[in-house]
């Protein structure tokens, strides 16, 4: 792992920990709206895999029905396009990821950073593979490179190819190798273009964004994202 996720980590607890303090008001006010809306707990927390292969409960403003005690919703693991397990508050919350706040609680905890890889569910990582220990030397964040390209074809390709396990089989290889670069490419420079791209996402027009155009360059794997991606 490049040194500069581990420099970086002091200014991600210092930021999470400021951000936690200003935006604690609007969580708050959308946990009520959670609970309003639907019946059930407003947080929930999902088993993900850390750094260093440590489990740890990650948290969320939850977005779906509420079909069991803790409050997570049952069926497939994998959220679809028009899953109709997600409410429709829900939907508002996914879209622009409000859901993901309360993870600046994992930050200031030490679980997560800010930007990273997105942490996975323990059931699709082989930590006994090597490109996995790699990328797990580094805290998964709330917001990184797999979510902002991944996301949109995630949900579309999962929802038209139900056959067999293709989150596993086809979308994690991809997040992996995503991640894999991100890890071995980290720098000051590189989180910029993730931020660029973040930003465009939610408020700029469809492009290919900086970002877009690195990791198709020098990931073979993102090849699979020509698809969903025009202009």
Do not use: C
């Not at 949900?155 to 991809?174: K, R």
């Amino acid at each position: 792992m490049v040194g500069w996720l581990r420099v970086r980590w002091p200014l991600d607890s210092l930021v999470a920990l400021v951000l936690a303090g200003l935006l604690s008001p609007i969580v708050s006010a959308l946990a009520v709206m959670v609970r309003l809306h639907d019946p059930g707990p407003a947080l929930i927390r999902l088993e993900r895999v850390g750094q260093n292969g440590q489990p740890f409960w990650q948290w969320k403003l939850r977005s779906m029905r509420s079909t069991s005690a803790s409050g997570s919703s049952t069926g497939a693991p994998i959220t679809v396009a028009d899953d109709p397990r997600v409410t429709e508050l829900g939907r508002h919350l996914r879209r622009w990821r409000i859901d993901e706040l309360p993870q600046l609680i994992n930050v200031i905890a030490g679980q997560m950073a800010l930007l990273g890889p997105r942490p996975e569910t323990p059931s699709y990582v082989d930590l006994a593979d090597s490109r996995w220990q790699e990328v797990l030397r580094a805290r998964p964040g709330i917001a990184g490179p797999t979510q902002i390209l991944v996301a949109d074809w995630e949900e579309e390709f999962v929802a038209s190819n139900q056959d067999g396990d293709t989150y596993g089989n086809v979308v994690v290889p991809l997040k992996l190798a995503i991640d894999l670069w991100y890890v071995r490419s980290a720098s000051p420079w590189i989180d910029l273009l993730v931020l660029i791209a973040l930003f465009q996402r939610f408020f700029g027009p469809p492009s290919r964004t900086a970002l877009y155009v690195r990791v198709m360059r020098e990931v073979p794997a993102a090849s699979l994202l020509r698809s969903i991606v025009s202009g």
